[in-house]
């Protein structure tokens, strides 16, 4: 079966900014996926050449098995980041007009109206005015605007932004329904827990190139198992001339440090210098691995691995 997405070196420029380097991507059918990056890094850029509202530059860019996206139109929705609605229409008229840009026939599209309306908790809304809507409120109709064809390709450019933590709870389940019903959901985030919670596999783009590109699981064996805290007799005598300790901090009641290498030889090491009390791998968060990307010293990223398969 082709993937969701495929995307093949494509690059984008705007005048002088490189927004995106030759970028490779594969988005798995039926999968869940999150962009992260910091702001201006390329992730509105590379959510818009999916959707073709820009070409790339060089590569391509493959979706739904078509690398025409208007052949997927029916098939593939978008929420962008700045969203428009039109204030005067009721919000039934309003969605009933957007589903039916999209393909969605009556009387099925009357009733996913009801029932997304229903799933937003915001039912009772759906004959007043747009513009009675609060922001949130909006942001959720906007989102049932995308959903309402059934796509098999959902793409929320910061969805969860603005949102209080109950509205977003509201969406987060809405997400998860529609994966279990087949849907492929692209979004991009600047909320790692969002992304860390509920997604199958994260991409990080920083600087327009791809650095991270994973399961959750993938990118944390990549970079995260790195961090080991120490408890022993010796205190930091205990890693005088060890290969691969970096970062060696002592914070008290145990060491701190980063240990290129396998922690099991490190473990086996300690053992036989010393009396261990401790010995603790760490799994850093998906926050302290972007911190520790996108952090001003450029230093660091050198040290990262390029990416996870
Ligand atoms: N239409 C455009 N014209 C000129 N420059 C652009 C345009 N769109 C994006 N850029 C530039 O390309 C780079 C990537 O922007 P992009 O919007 O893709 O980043 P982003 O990761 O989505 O950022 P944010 O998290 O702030 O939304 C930025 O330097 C931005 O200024």
Redesign the pocket.
């Known amino acids: 079966m082709t993937s969701a997405i495929a995307i093949r070196g494509a690059a984008?420029r705007?005048?002088d900014?490189q927004?995106?380097h030759r970028l490779d991507l594969t988005v798995p059918r039926g999968s869940l996926y999150g962009?992260i990056?910091?702001?201006?890094?390329?992730?509105?850029?590379?959510?818009?050449m999916i959707m073709r509202i820009?070409l790339p530059d060089e590569g391509e860019v493959e979706v739904l098995g078509d690398r025409d996206t208007r052949a997927a139109h029916d098939r593939v929705s978008y929420l962008p980041?700045e969203r428009g609605l039109y204030k005067r229409m009721t919000v039934r008229r309003l969605l009933r007009y957007f589903g039916s840009l999209k393909g969605a026939r009556q009387p099925d599209l009357d009733q996913q109206i009801v029932r997304w309306m229903e799933a937003m908790r915001i039912p009772e809304w759906i004959d007043k005015r747009v513009d009675a809507l609060s922001k949130g409120m909006a942001q959720k109709v906007q989102f049932v605007s995308a959903v309402l064809n059934r796509p098999e390709l959902l793409i929320l450019?910061?969805p969860f932004s603005g949102l209080d933590p109950v509205n977003a709870e509201v969406l987060n389940e809405a997400v998860l329904d529609l994966r279990r019903a087949g849907t492929t959901v692209v979004f991009?985030t600047?909320d790692m827990s969002v992304a860390e919670r509920l997604c199958d596999r994260i991409f990080m783009?920083y600087k327009?190139r791809k650095v991270l590109d994973g399961t959750l699981d993938q990118i944390q064996a990549e970079y995260g198992f790195d961090t080991i805290r120490v408890a022993s007799d010796a205190g930091l005598d205990a890693f005088d001339g060890l290969l691969g300790v970096r970062d060696l901090h002592d914070r008290g009641n145990f060491q701190e440090l980063r240990f290129q290498g396998d922690p099991q030889e490190l473990l086996r090491t300690l053992i036989d210098r010393t009396r261990l009390t401790r010995f603790e791998v760490a799994r850093p968060s998906l926050h302290d691995i972007f911190v520790r990307i996108a952090a001003p010293e450029e230093a660091l990223i050198e040290e990262s691995p390029a990416h996870v398969a």
Do not use: Q, W
Not at 37 to 48: F, V
């Open positions: 984008k705007f005048g900014v927004a995106v962009f990056g910091p702001n201006g890094s390329g992730k509105t850029t590379t959510l818009r820009l980041e450019d910061e991009s600047h783009i327009g």
